[in-house]
């Protein structure tokens, strides 16, 4: 049983490999654009292709029998049909719900023919890593909401519940939203932060224009639509957030946000 990654070296797909190896899988393949620069493990099978360029991926799907699927929302109707008609029978896919922005992900998906598990993740804890250049300057991280309340997951933990469903039947025509497991506001994330860092952090109320000017450095042309679409415009329904997902579905527990700010912490300490 052959299993694709596609997105292979990217933050995702390159962990889910480790997390199939983990879990005994002896037969995987990596999708990747430049397999000489790919560092996967001995015995992966590492293949050249991008998600952007599915006529390119016939043989990167012979004789893949499931596959890892990376949001690509632009060609996923064109994958999708390259997998299919090269035996391609199950993909476990990274997505949102329909309404969502990824959401024509599992849509795409769930009219493909292929048997599915949707990934739907809250917001990842690696995106405070936004925050790092302001961190690193000034001390400070400036957002519009400090009350604002997640239950961020590590994306180790999406990898692991990839690893799962891509390992075992028992996950088929499952949408599994996916969280962390605990619900914490933006200034919680950042007193967590300070602790790791061991330094005095301050959360500091802003405007819009303010906000967008701290996040420019680290985001570049996304800010403005970061700010307008998720910290402007993004209510999560922080009571209802699946908080036991990851443990529930792995059988191990959820990395907590205080462990990722421990473990990460030379990451928001550079310039």
């Known amino acids: 049983m052959t299993i694709l990654v596609t997105g292979a070296t990217g933050n995702i797909g390159r962990m889910v490999v480790d997390q199939l ?39 990167a799907f012979a004789d893949v029998d499931r596959m890892y699927l990376a949001p690509a929302p632009d060609t996923v109707v064109d994958v999708l049909a390259a997998a299919r008609a090269a035996g391609v029978r199950y993909v476990v896919d990274l997505s949102g719900e329909p309404e ?11 009219a493909s023919g ?28 400036r957002e519009p909401h400090p009350e604002t309340a997640t239950a961020p997951i590590a994306m180790v933990d999406i990898a692991a519940v990839a690893a799962s469903a891509l390992l075992t039947d028992e996950h088929r025509a499952r949408a599994y939203p996916l969280a962390g497991p605990q619900v914490l506001t933006r200034a919680d994330l950042v007193d967590h932060l300070a602790v790791a860092l061991r330094r005095d952090l301050r959360f500091v109320r802003s405007t819009r224009a303010e906000t967008i000017a ?3 450095p680290a985001m570049g042309a996304n ?26 579905i792995t059988g191990r527990p959820a990395t907590t946000f205080a ?13």
């Open 21 to 59: 190896i983990a879990g005994g899988a002896q037969d995987i393949r990596a999708l990747t654009i430049d397999p000489a620069k790919a560092a996967l493990p001995e015995g992966v099978q590492v293949v050249r292709g991008h998600l952007g360029r599915p006529k390119d991926l016939r043989a």
């Open 100 to 110: 969502s922005w990824w959401g024509t992900v599992s849509s795409a998906v769930e």
């Open 223 to 248: 800010t403005t639509w970061y700010v307008d679409n998720v910290l402007l415009d993004y209510t999560p329904p922080a009571d209802s957030l699946p908080v036991t997902s990851v443990g529930d």
């Open 214 to 216: 701290a996040l420019q």
């Open 114 to 141: 292929l048997a599915w598990t949707h990934l739907w993740p809250a917001d990842f804890m690696e995106n405070s890593l936004t925050w790092a250049q302001q961190i690193a300057a000034t001390g400070t991280v």
């Open 259 to 271: 462990r990722w700010a421990h473990d990460n912490a030379g990451r928001f300490t550079v310039v």
